[in-house]
């Protein structure tokens, strides 16, 4: 059972264009949701977090928008540069009951932006 | 500089062969990780250790095994029961949980021969 799902699996967007990923859930329990960056080759980084009682969380150019009611999160890449070509993964977690272990990631986004 | 680093950058496995991960960090974190990572699945929670001494199974523990003698230590080995093991092998570690952000290793690319 995948209990977060990601679209799209793959995105394309010209220099400058605004990059749109988003995620859905089902488990209400979940109260924090982080993105994730990967460049091939290497592992992923840490992006950007959110929490349920914001709607919108803005560092640089990158937003991630919140819907609790529809239990949907998006990343939104304004001016999507080549070099944010990597694969994001978003991710959500649950209140410890001991641990990292409620950490559950979606499958990936790949997202290549053309010069 | 403080950080995960993981070796070899490339394995390969022979038929019925057991193989060991390195990971290592100098991050003081107590928590470590081991994802497995296939081309279009995400990435999924193989073991993860909070201290030492101490370890737990995740989502697909099976053909896998761990050690945390070490708090700077988690070495991964993946058994000859395991009888899909090609992919990414990722390595991770966190201050407390993961919420507190995962710190990744540059992985492990393992292969069959």
């Known amino acids: 059972q995948q209990q977060v799902k990601q679209s799209p699996q793959s995105l394309i967007v010209q220099k400058g264009g605004i990059s749109i990923i988003n995620c859905a859930y089902e488990?209400?329990?979940?109260?924090?949701f982080p993105w994730y960056q990967q460049f091939p080759g290497k592992g992923p980084a840490l992006l950007i977090a959110?929490?349920?009682?914001?709607s919108e969380k803005k560092e640089g150019r990158f937003t991630i928008s919140f819907n609790k009611s529809a239990k949907q999160f998006s990343l939104h890449i304004m001016d999507s540069q080549p070099g944010d070509s990597a694969t994001y993964f978003c991710a959500a977690d649950r209140p410890a009951q001991g641990g990292s272990e409620k950490l559950v990631f979606g499958k990936g986004t790949k997202l290549t932006v053309n010069p | 500089d403080g950080g995960i680093t993981q070796s070899p950058k490339y394995l390969f496995r022979k038929e019925g062969q057991n193989v060991t991960l390195s990971c290592e960090q100098n991050l003081n974190h107590d928590a470590m990780y081991w994802y497995r990572q296939d081309p279009g699945q995400g990435l999924r929670l193989i073991y993860y250790?909070?201290?030492?001494?101490?370890?737990q199974k995740g989502d697909i523990a099976e053909g896998y095994s761990v050690s945390r003698e070490k708090k700077e230590s988690f070495p991964l080995t993946v058994t000859s029961a395991q009888k899909n093991p090609t992919a990414f092998y990722l390595c991770a570690s966190s201050l407390g949980t993961a919420r507190e952000k995962l710190f990744f290793g540059s992985g492990t690319q393992l292969s069959v021969l």
């Open positions: 250790s909070q201290i030492v001494n101490d370890f």
């Open positions: 488990n209400t329990a979940f109260d924090y």
């Open positions: 959110i929490r349920p009682d914001v």
